[in-house]
């Protein structure tokens, strides 16, 4: 039985630590720890399941959790997304998902905190002090189901008119772990698949379908059922899991119970973070002050 997971640190342990082709590091900031995970060519691609690319895990306190736009773990996590960043231009920021459906709603409540600057005027810019403001683009894009468009269409067709260096995405994920749920943000230059973290994969959003690099950002807001009962269960009961899942638990997924609080803490903080790696040229609070 194939187990699911979008984080690439979860792949790793299901395929084994000596995989070649995989270079990985891990270190400890500001109380975070921190990994590094690069998948450097097409065995290691095949046997990890993830595409070739740098793969940041942080690891978190429990986002039920709050936290202070002051918080230096902030600057942390912001400064590993600006190492995937193009260093100037504009940058697309999109939010993926369906708000009303709450385990999906991350991307759509990160993007409502994003600080969007490309349609202010040099002019205003510099009267305001605020001509060093790096020029960002924000769009929710909802899903195919309310909008008839795919996802990766509807991007695309932004990318086009507005011609942006980088695009970020973010999106929900889905672990193999109950306790990473909440307390695990994956920064990664790979590019992403819409819907993956609720089971409705779209077509990928990447550099080779964009044009430009794709940097996705997501938490894990759910485990998907067989996963989560292979995990659990002992050697004797693996053997019968089909049996006891088929046919309605296999496209069923678990979710904490204060999923509501999690989203919306998860979307301040990776907002804040992007926030402060997008506009470097200012500190957090005020950045705050202008969102």
């Keep these: ?10 792949a790793r342990e299901i395929a084994g630590e000596n995989v070649g082709g995989v270079e990985y590091k891990s270190y400890r900031e500001n109380g975070l720890e921190i990994s590094r995970l690069t998948v450097k060519n097409q065995k290691a691609k095949r046997a ?7 793969y940041i895990t942080i690891e978190l306190p429990s986002l039920t959790d709050n936290f202070t736009e002051t918080d230096e ?3 942390t ?3 590993e997304i600006r190492r995937l960043l193009p260093v100037n231009g504009l940058v697309l920021v999109a939010g993926l998902g369906n708000e009303e459906i709450t385990p999906d709603s991350l991307g759509p409540k990160t993007s409502r905190k994003i600080l969007a600057t490309r349609h202010i005027p040099g002019e205003i810019a510099r009267s305001t002090g605020l001509d060093k403001l790096r020029p960002v683009a924000v769009l929710q894009t909802g899903v195919t189901g309310q909008t008839g468009i795919e996802t990766g269409e509807y991007i695309l067709s932004i990318v086009k008119r507005i011609r942006p260096n980088a695009v970020v995405v973010i999106d929900a994920l889905a672990s193999r772990k109950l306790r ?3 307390c695990t943000l994956q920064i990664t230059d790979t590019g992403i698949s819409p819907g993956a973290g609720v089971g409705n994969r779209r077509t990928t959003i990447t550099k080779e379908t964009m044009g430009v690099p794709v940097i996705a950002i997501g938490v894990p807001t759910v485990v998907d059922v067989q996963t989560l009962a292979y995990d659990i269960l002992d050697h004797e009961c693996k053997a019968e899991l089909k049996n006891y899942i088929a046919p309605n638990g296999r496209k069923m997924v678990v979710t904490p119970s204060e999923i509501d609080l999690l989203t919306q803490r998860a ?17 957090l609070p005020e950045l705050v002050s202008l969102m």
Excluded: P
Aim: hydrophobic letters at 50%; aromatic letters at 4%; proline letters at 0%.
């Design 48 to 54: 990890l399941g993830k595409e070739i690319g740098t």
């Design 73 to 75: 773990r902030l600057v």
């Design 180 to 182: 990473r749920l909440g």
């Design 77 to 79: 996590i912001g400064a």
């Design 1 to 10: 039985m194939q187990l699911r997971t979008d984080l690439a640190v979860e």
């Design 267 to 283: 979307s301040k903080l990776i907002a804040f973070a992007l926030n402060g790696a997008l506009q470097n040229e200012f500190d």
